[in-house]
């Protein structure tokens, strides 16, 4: 008997954590999490969901890697960016099946890949920035594609401990580009909600999320907002990687808390506390055939384990909106 009364509490700690609790209303939300088979990174980030091929594209940040989770085969493929060693983010670009805008350094390029091989190259440079000294430690970080695929891109330090040198860029065409948000410390989470013209975007070491006036038709944003505030998790607790869901509340990875946040923009309300079995949660991104699994990066950066994973998480009733890839006629090339 107190062998079974044992267990019982240990099921039932399993299942509590992983059990999203809707603070405001007191009520369960269940859900449940599941590791993407072979899918470690030391650093994983920018999950992409391509609605054509039902495929979840994501990177290894500090090992130039770029990684392909095949939906149907529930497998991943990956490659290594030939002569490069970081990859901050990659998006397909639109109207090809081997061809992506990827973050390297001070730039973004277009890598060739088949999916399959395990080895990719450059294959030409999109743009460059921030090419002066005084950017000279920075690099591209997070970047999304807006609703009429607009690519935005932002930067931020490496070290992540000196001054805010991390700025937000719109992609114009070819080696051009739009300053749209300066003096930031790592520009991170980016979302569109085209119904509420809003653009929502994270500096992580601001501890907030920002909500701006955005312009469909040019693609500017204006006006400033804090919505949402992460305060009393400790320094080492920021908000990251962002996606949203059709209803508009966002999704913001909670790195170093093992949660993904769902959070209504309209109060700054948490909704519900997705726990990850992961300290350094670093993105999320909404697919599946029914665009309802909620895929979530993760990171072992800090104190290496090995146990770094992509996850998934199935059961939370929501729907993400179809995540638009890189048009290079908005590059006119």
């Known amino acids: 008997m107190v062998f079974q009364f044992q267990r019982l509490i240990i099921l039932g700690l399993v299942t509590w954590f992983f059990v999203g609790v809707l603070s405001d209303h007191e009520c369960e939300t269940p859900y449940e999490v599941e590791a ?50 970081f990859a901050s983010f990659v998006i397909p670009i639109d109207g090809f099946t081997d061809q992506f805008a990827v973050g390297i350094g001070h730039r973004i390029a277009s890598v060739k890949w088949d999916g399959i091989s395990k080895t990719c190259k450059v294959d030409r440079t999109l743009l460059t920035v921030e090419e002066s000294r005084e950017y000279e430690t ?134 519900l506390k997705i726990m990850i079995p992961a300290k350094q949660v670093t993105s999320a991104a909404f697919g599946g055939p029914n665009l309802n699994i909620l895929y979530v990066t993760t990171s072992d950066e800090t104190s290496p384990s090995g146990r770094s994973q992509a996850f998934k998480v199935t059961g939370l009733g929501s729907k993400g909106l179809p995540m638009k890839n890189v048009k290079l006629e908005n590059f006119n090339i």
Not at 67 to 76: C, G, S, T, W
């Open 138 to 271: 920075n690099r591209f970080n997070d970047a999304k594609c807006d609703p009429r695929n607009r690519l935005y891109a932002g930067t931020m330090q490496q070290n992540r401990t000196g001054g805010s040198t991390g700025n937000l860029y719109k992609v114009t065409k070819l080696n051009s580009y739009d300053l749209l948000i300066k003096d930031l410390k790592i520009s991170n989470g980016l979302a569109f909600d085209e119904n509420a013209k809003k653009l929502y975007h994270i500096d992580s070491k601001k501890y907030n999320v920002m909500s701006y006036d955005y312009d469909i038709n040019n693609g500017e944003i204006k006006n400033p907002k804090v919505v949402f505030e992460l305060s009393g998790y400790g320094d080492n607790v920021v908000p990251d990687g962002m996606t949203i869901d059709s209803e508009g509340f966002l999704y913001a990875a909670i790195n170093g808390g093992s949660a993904v946040f769902k959070i209504d923009p309209k109060n700054g309300h948490v909704l």
């Open 36 to 85: 993407l088979p072979e899918s470690y990174a030391h650093l994983g980030e920018g999950p992409h969901w391509d609605v054509a091929t039902q495929n979840l594209f994501m990177v290894d940040i500090e090992a130039g890697k770029l990684k392909r989770f095949d939906y149907k085969l529930n497998k991943i493929y990956e490659c290594q960016i030939e002569n490069e060693t």
